[in-house]
């Protein structure tokens, strides 16, 4: 299976903040990397797919880069409800795999 | 509105067996593949199990394989997960999600609430 490591693991930040998120595969996924936010008690939401597309209705502060094995989700300026879990997921090769999260916290 | 709901988690025992159902609605349920997805406590997300539109294509994890059967009842709209030899291990908050082809991905777009099994004496 491939494996997604992202990092950081948790990060601290402030309303206002710019914050990227890494994401690297084990691997090459070309751009079939998505990203989802996941907030307590809730169902992970779609965010990004195929690595740099909004998904509709998300927020233009969200975006997405990268190709190959390292992608990076970046959040312009946080806003309040944005202070969640983030996951990237890759669908290059089955099974469909997800890093292991990074919990964005309000410093 | 798309909505998935799921049902039928709780606590059983170690080598027991659990149904858990996923109803959809605010979408043509019989054109979408459709997908169990689930997460330990504290823990990241795992894919389970996947099921085609019309009921195959079927396709399983490794860690499930054998002991958990995916169905669906397009006329009731219905995602089913029928898990039997449970083990400690399988304890997650089990998602039912919805697969989209979206440019040069397959993405999970809709995702229900979650119900959560224990398997615990």
């Known amino acids: 299976d491939i494996q997604m490591t992202q990092s950081p693991s948790s990060l601290s930040a402030s309303v206002g903040d710019r914050v990227t998120i890494t994401c690297r595969a084990s691997?090459?996924?070309?751009?079939?990397l998505n990203w989802y936010q996941q907030k307590p008690g809730k169902g992970p939401k779609l965010l990004i797919y195929?690595?740099?597309s909004l998904q509709s209705g998300v927020p233009s502060r969200f975006s997405g880069s990268g190709s190959g094995t390292d992608f990076t989700l970046t959040i312009s300026s946080l806003q309040p409800e944005d202070f969640a879990t983030y996951y990237c997921?890759?669908?290059?090769?089955?099974?469909?795999?997800f890093g292991q999260g990074t919990k964005l916290e309000i410093k | 509105e798309v909505q998935l709901v799921e049902s039928g988690g709780g606590l059983v025992q170690p080598g027991g067996s659990l149904r858990l159902s996923c109803a959809a609605s605010?979408?043509?349920?019989?054109?979408?593949?459709m997908n169990w997805v689930r997460q330990a406590p504290g823990k990241g997300l795992e894919w389970v199990s996947h099921?085609?539109?019309?009921?195959?294509?079927?396709y399983y994890a490794d860690s499930v394989k054998g002991r958990f059967t995916i169905s669906r009842d397009n006329a009731k709209n219905s995602l089913y997960l029928q898990m039997n030899s449970l083990r400690a291990e399988d304890t997650a908050v089990y998602y039912c999600?919805?697969?989209?082809?979206?440019?040069?991905?397959?993405?999970?777009?809709?995702w229900g609430q979650g119900t959560l099994v224990t398997v615990s004496s």
């Open positions: 999600a919805r697969r989209t082809y979206a440019g040069n991905s397959r993405t999970f777009d809709y």
């Open positions: 605010g979408f043509t349920f019989s054109s979408y593949e």
């Open positions: 099921i085609s539109s019309s009921g195959s294509p079927i």
């Open positions: 691997q090459t996924l070309s751009s079939y």
């Open positions: 195929a690595a740099s």
């Open positions: 997921q890759q669908s290059y090769i089955n099974p469909d795999t």
